[in-house]
């Protein structure tokens, strides 16, 4: 059974840095498809990054130079460094990982920005 746990969110001021972990388990294949997203209060989920197999990656829209995803292919373990955290930041923040025609969400991590 394939299960996601995210870690690293918090409070933090405008301007500063988070970085959030997604640890997974019951995962088979190497190098799935991983990616973070989020979903602030009263809005839709939305991608804010994904990895690929390869290591290429694609960044959702204005988080591209602030927001780095990464992964960890020995312990299959997809991050996201957040710097410059602006509080239109703020939303739980879900990882996903995509295997073939499966997707698989954590319970996310609230991740709330103050100005």
């Known amino acids: 059974q394939v299960q996601l746990v995210e870690s690293g969110g918090g409070l933090v001021q405008a301007g500063g840095s988070l970085k959030l972990s997604c640890a997974t388990s019951?995962?088979?294949?190497?190098?799935?498809?991983m990616g973070w997203y989020r979903q602030a209060p009263g809005k839709q989920r939305e991608m804010v990054a994904i990895i690929f197999s390869a290591g290429s990656t694609n960044y959702g829209g204005s988080e591209e130079g602030r927001f780095t995803i990464s992964r960890d292919n020995a312990k299959k373990m997809v991050y996201l460094q957040m710097n410059r955290l602006k509080p239109e930041d703020t939303a739980v923040y879900y990882c996903?990982?995509?295997?073939?025609?499966?997707?698989?969400w954590g319970q996310g991590t609230q991740v709330t920005v103050s100005s």
């Open positions: 019951g995962i088979i294949v190497s190098r799935p498809i």
């Open positions: 996903q990982v995509v295997i073939g025609v499966d997707t698989y």
